[in-house]
């Protein structure tokens, strides 16, 4: 959400889909999730639908893509259908010519289950975000592994863009542990780019704003509106 504002706010034109079933993001730039008329979960059942279900919202250059009521069923739903791994990438490539964005950035749920498995197909990068924190480099080396697979299974473009640490603070020995052993093995894969721990970070969303929209002087804003320029330059 703050990565999708921040690239806005630098010109560039940017959907956000939310793929999430508890709709963070969506809540988070504002948007009533009850108003919802159309949304990612429709787009499943009826691709062509994806035009309609973007959402307009206050941001500079930014659409959303919500999540739905019923997302979490979308798995069961299809079950046994031979293509319902590409029911994403299959959407994003009925987008009208005249909406077409700089940046798709898709907001996956924390599992590797169908929706997460449709986005990486549908993506040409993934960025990873972990906490500080030694349970964090067990999911790390999951989730590699998991887009390895992918890479080589159903989607040979797929590339690691790079690893962001968030609630990161210098003065806690377990940070700077955490961060020396993912260098070790990412190297140049770690964003120069850091996110603070912030109390503005943490209140923004229950304001309904990304942090550069709530408070652009903050030290989160600034981290945000760094991560874009390393996005972009990292894409170019």
Avoid at 69 to 89: A, I
């Amino acid at each position: 959400m703050n990565l999708a504002a921040s690239l806005g706010i630098m010109g560039k034109k940017v959907i956000l889909i939310d793929a999430d079933s508890q709709g963070n993001a969506t809540s988070g730039l504002g948007v009533d999730k009850k108003g919802i008329n159309c949304s990612l979960c429709d787009v499943f059942f009826y691709p062509k639908k994806i035009n309609d279900a973007l959402i307009d919202v206050e941001f500079e250059n930014l659409k959303l893509l919500p999540p739905g009521n019923k997302l979490c069923k979308v798995e069961q739903e299809f079950e046994g259908d031979n293509n319902r791994e590409f029911l994403l990438k299959s959407a994003l490539e009925k987008l009208d010519v005249g909406i077409l964005p700089h940046y798709v950035l898709i907001d996956c749920p924390p599992a590797m289950n169908l929706i997460t498995l449709n986005a990486l197909i549908s993506s040409n990068y993934v960025l990873i975000p972990i906490q500080c924190e030694y349970y964090a480099l067990e999911g790390l080396s999951q989730l590699l592994s998991s887009v390895r697979q992918v890479r080589q299974r159903k989607n040979s473009s797929l590339g690691l863009l790079g690893v962001l640490f968030t609630m990161y603070s210098k003065r806690l020995k377990l940070t700077i542990q955490v961060e020396n052993e993912v260098k070790k093995y990412l190297g140049e894969k770690v964003f120069n780019t850091t996110v603070p721990r912030s109390v503005r970070l943490s209140e923004a969303p229950s304001f309904g704003k990304p942090i550069a929209y709530f408070d652009k002087s903050s030290s989160g804003a600034k981290a945000y509106l760094d991560l874009a320029e390393e996005v972009i330059h990292r894409c170019q």
